[in-house]
C-alpha cells in the first residue's frame, strides 16, 4: 500500500514536471540503442532457443514475436537518434507513447514466453533460460528507464509476474517459496525504480533551472536597461560572430550614431527628460533595423548598427534614411523636441580586422562626421586616422590651456565712422600651443564646442575682456564672442555676471556676439537667455550677418543693438553688384529697425569708402588694425587715435601678427 501511495505521488509530481524536464527523460529511454539491440538480441535468441527446443508451435511464434518487436524497438530507437532535437523535443510525448507500447508488448510477450514455458514445458533447463532471463530483463530494464518509471514498472510487471504465477501453480514448496521470492523481488525492484527516478528527477531539474537561470543571465546581461536595446557587449558578440564567419566582402555595415547636442538637453532639461529622449530615439531606429541586424545602444547617446548584408552604397542610403527619422520632432513629455544625429560609416570586413578595431574605424568616421557640421554622415577613410589622433591630441592639451595660462586675448578695434573713434574693441581668443605655436580659434572653438569646454573658455574669456575693458576710456566697450550653443546653458548668464562684478564694469561697456546660427533652432531657452542678457544691461550683437539663417525678423524679435555684415560681403563689395546690393539692403533695413551695422574684414581703403558710402556706421578689419594684444592696445588707445579723412589709413600700428 506504501508504495502503491508513493507511486501516486510521484505520477502528480511527474504531471507537473517542467517540458523540458520531461523531454529529457524521454530522452533517457532511447540514450543507448545499443543496451537496446543487446535487450532484443537476447531476448530473441533465447525464446528462439526456448521454441526451436521445445518443438511447441505456440513458443515459436511467441520468439517470432519477440524477435520482430525487439528489431522494431532498435530501428525506433536508431530513428530517434537520427531526429534533431528540436523535432524530438516537439514530439517528445510520441515517442514516449510508441516507446511505452513497445517496452510493454517485449515485457508481456517475454512473461508470457516464461510462464507458458513452465506451464507447459517438461524440460527443466528450459524452465531456467526462460525464468532467468525474465528475471534478468526485469531487474535491468527497472534501472534502465526508470526515468520514465510508468513504462518501467509496467515492463517489470509483465515479465515478472506471469513467472510469478507459473510458480505459484507449481503445486510443491519450492515453487510457492521461488513465487514468494520473486513477490519480494518484484516489491524491491519497484522501490528501486521509484527511488532511481527520485534522484534522476532532481538532478535534472537542478540542472534545468540553472540553465534557466544562465539563460536568463545572459539575456539581461545582453541588454540595455534604459531603452531595451542590445548593449555593447551583446554588439560586440555578434560582430565578432559575423567576423568569425568571413561572409566575403561587405558582407554588413557598422553605423556608429550618435545625438548631437544631448548633453545641451541633460543639462538644460534634467536627467529624466534626457533618458526619455534616448528611449523614443531608440524607439524611431528601430524602425529602420530588420530582425537580422543588432541594434544596440553604447552608452550615453550612442547607438550602433550593425546592419547585415549591407555593403556601402546600402549603408550610405541607411545612413540617409536614418537622418531622414530625425527631420519630424520627437515627442517628450507633450513638449516637442528638434533632435539631429550624426553617423560614422564603416563597412564590414576590412581583411583581418577585428571587432574593437572596426569599431574605432566607425567612431572615428563619427567624430568626423560631427566635424564636418552634425546631422551629417561620414565614411571612414584610412587617412581620418592621423587626423583624428590630431584633433584628440588638441582635445586633450585643450583642457589644460586654461591653467597653463597658454591663453591670450587680443583685441581688434571697430571704428565709428561718424564720430571717427574707436568705439569697441573685439576680444579675439589665441592659444599659444606648447609645440604647434600660435593655433587659431577657428581650429580650437568648433572642438571646444563640441567637447563641452566651451563654457570653462568663454568664463575666463569674459573675465579676463571685462578686466581689461575695465581700465579703457570708459566709452570704449568691449565685445565678446559667445557660442550660440552656451545660450541653452544657464550658467552662462552666471559667468556674464561674475566677470563684471568682479571687474567692475558696467554692463552697458560689454557687447556679447552671436553667430546667426543661433537663429537655426528657434529654442525658447536661447530665447530666455537672449532676454535675460540684455535684462542685465548687455548689448547683444548679431555677428557674420548674411553667412547663414539670415532673417530680419529674428532681427526684430530678438532686439539686437548691432549686426555686423559679415567679411565675405565686403570683401566683394567693389566687383559684386549682388554684395553690394545686400550690404545696401541690410543697412537700410537695419537703419528703419534702429539697429547699428558693422562691416566686418574691411582690408582696404576702397572696401572703407564703399561701406562708408552705404551707409554702414562702423567698419573693422585689418586696414584699421590687426587683432593685438591688449599691452598694444592699450598704447593704441592712449594715442586717441581717430580717422582725420576719407581714405586716410588708420590706427596702424607696426606689427603684422592676427
Ligand atoms: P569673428 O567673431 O567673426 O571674428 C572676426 C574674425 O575675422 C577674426 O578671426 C579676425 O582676426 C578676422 N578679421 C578681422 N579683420 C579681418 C580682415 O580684414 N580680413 C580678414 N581676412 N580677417 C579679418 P579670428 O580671430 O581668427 O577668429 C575667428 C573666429 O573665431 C571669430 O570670428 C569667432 O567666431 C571665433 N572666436 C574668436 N574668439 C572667440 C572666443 O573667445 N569665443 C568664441 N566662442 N569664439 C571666438
Ligand atoms: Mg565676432
Ligand atoms: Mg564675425
Known amino acids: 500500500m506504501a508504495v502503491l501511495g508513493r507511486w501516486q505521488r510521484l505520477r502528480d509530481v511527474d504531471q507537473r514536471v517542467a517540458r523540458e524536464v520531461r523531454q529529457l527523460l524521454v530522452g533517457t529511454l532511447f540514450a543507448s540503442p545499443s543496451s537496446l539491440a543487446a535487450g532484443a538480441l537476447t531476448g530473441s535468441m533465447i525464446s528462439a532457443i526456448i521454441g526451436l527446443s521445445s518443438h511447441d508451435h505456440v513458443l515459436i511464434y511467441l520468439g517470432a514475436a519477440i524477435s520482430l518487436v525487439g528489431a522494431v524497438r532498435v530501428a525506433a530507437a536508431m530513428a530517434y537518434r537520427d531526429t534533431n532535437e528540436e523535432e524530438r523535443n516537439a514530439r517528445a510525448a510520441v515517442w514516449e507513447r510508441f516507446y511505452e507500447f513497445g517496452a510493454w508488448s517485449f515485457a508481456a510477450l517475454l512473461g508470457l514466453m516464461t510462464y507458458l514455458t513452465i506451464t507447459r514445458e517438461p524440460n527443466f533447463q528450459l524452465h531456467m533460460l526462460a525464468a532467468t532471463t525474465t528475471t534478468g530483463y526485469a531487474a535491468g530494464i527497472s534501472g534502465r528507464n526508470a526515468g520514465r518509471p510508468a513504462i518501467a514498472i509496467g515492463q ?19 515453487c510457492w517459496t521461488l513465487a514468494f521470492a520473486n513477490v519480494l523481488f518484484i516489491l524491491a525492484m519497484l522501490e528501486i525504480t521509484l527511488q532511481t527516478y527520485r534522484v534522476v528527477l532532481k538532478a535534472m531539474t537542478a540542472a534545468h533551472s540553472q540553465a534557466q537561470l544562465a539563460q536568463r543571465f545572459e539575456r539581461l546581461a545582453q541588454i540595455d536597461s534604459l531603452t531595451g536595446l542590445r548593449n555593447r557587449f551583446a554588439l560586440k558578440s555578434n560582430l565578432d560572430r559575423l567576423l568569425e564567419l568571413g561572409g ?17 538637453v541633460n543639462d538644460t532639461l534634467g536627467h529624466p527628460v534626457g533618458d526619455q529622449l534616448l528611449r523614443v530615439v531608440a524607439e524611431r531606429l528601430q524602425s ?10 553604447f552608452g550615453g547617446d550612442e547607438f550602433v548598427l550593425l546592419a547585415a548584408g549591407v555593403d556601402r552604397r546600402a549603408a550610405r542610403a541607411l545612413a540617409d534614411r536614418i537622418l531622414g527619422l530625425f527631420n519630424t520632432p ?4 507633450g513638449a516637442s523636441l528638434h533632435v539631429s544625429v550624426s553617423i560614422g560609416i564603416v563597412t564590414v570586413p576590412h581583411a583581418g580586422l577585428d571587432a574593437e578595431i572596426l569599431l574605432k574605424y566607425a567612431d572615428m568616421a563619427l567624430y568626423h562626421a560631427k566635424a564636418m557640421g552634425r546631422n551629417s554622415s561620414c565614411e571612414f577613410e584610412p587617412a581620418m586616422q592621423h587626423k583624428l589622433m590630431q584633433m584628440r591630441e588638441t582635445e586633450q592639451s585643450l583642457r589644460l590651456a586654461i591653467e597653463r595660462h597658454e591663453l591670450e586675448l ?9 564720430s571717427s573713434q574707436v568705439t569697441c574693441c573685439e576680444a579675439l581668443i589665441r592659444w599659444h600651443h606648447p609645440t604647434r605655436g600660435l593655433v587659431s580659434p577657428v581650429e580650437f572653438i568648433p572642438l571646444a564646442e563640441r567637447t563641452g ?20 576710456p570708459n566709452d570704449i566697450r568691449v565685445a565678446v564672442n559667445i557660442s550660440p550653443m552656451l545660450l541653452k546653458r544657464a550658467d552662462l548668464l552666471q559667468s556674464v555676471m561674475s566677470a ?7 554692463a552697458q561697456q560689454l557687447e556679447l556676439e552671436i553667430t546667426e546660427t543661433v537663429f537655426m533652432d528657434d529654442s525658447e531657452q536661447s530665447n530666455t537667455m537672449l532676454k535675460a542678457l540684455r535684462r542685465i544691461g548687455a548689448r547683444l550683437v548679431l555677428d557674420d550677418f548674411g553667412t547663414g539663417y539670415s532673417s530680419l525678423a529674428y532681427l526684430h524679435k530678438y532686439a539686437f543693438d548691432k549686426i555686423k555684415i559679415d567679411s565675405s560681403f565686403v570683401r566683394n563689395i567693389e566687383e559684386n553688384r549682388t554684395a553690394r546690393a545686400i550690404v545696401n539692403a541690410v543697412v537700410s533695413l537695419a537703419r528703419t529697425l534702429e ?9 582696404t581703403a576702397s572696401q572703407l569708402d564703399q561701406v562708408r558710402e552705404l551707409g554702414c556706421a562702423g567698419v573693422q578689419g585689418f586696414f584699421l588694425s590687426m587683432p593685438i594684444p591688449a599691452a598694444e592696445l592699450a598704447v593704441l588707445l592712449d594715442q586717441g587715435v581717430v580717422v582725420p579723412a576719407k581714405r586716410a589709413p588708420m590706427l596702424r600700428l607696426a606689427r603684422n601678427a592676427s
Do not use: H, M
Open 288 to 297: 529602420v533595423a530588420r530582425t537580422q541586424d543588432c541594434l544596440a545602444r
Open 248 to 264: 566575403g566582402a561587405d558582407s554588413a555595415s557598422l553605423l556608429w550614431i550618435d545625438l548631437d547636442r544631448f548633453k545641451e
Open 453 to 472: 569646454q566651451i563654457a570653462d573658455i568663454t568664463a575666463w574669456v569674459l573675465t579676463e575682456a571685462c578686466r581689461a575693458a575695465k581700465t579703457w
Open 330 to 333: 520627437l515627442l517628450i513629455d
Open 156 to 174: 517489470l510487471s509483465l515479465a515478472a509476474a506471469p513467472l510469478t504465477i507459473a510458480l505459484a501453480q507449481g503445486g510443491n514448496l519450492a
Open 500 to 506: 563684471l562684478i568682479a571687474s567692475g564694469l558696467p
Open 410 to 418: 587680443y583685441y581688434q578695434p571697430i571704428l565709428n565712422l561718424g
Open 595 to 603: 539697429v547699428e551695422t558693422v562691416a566686418e574684414g574691411v582690408e
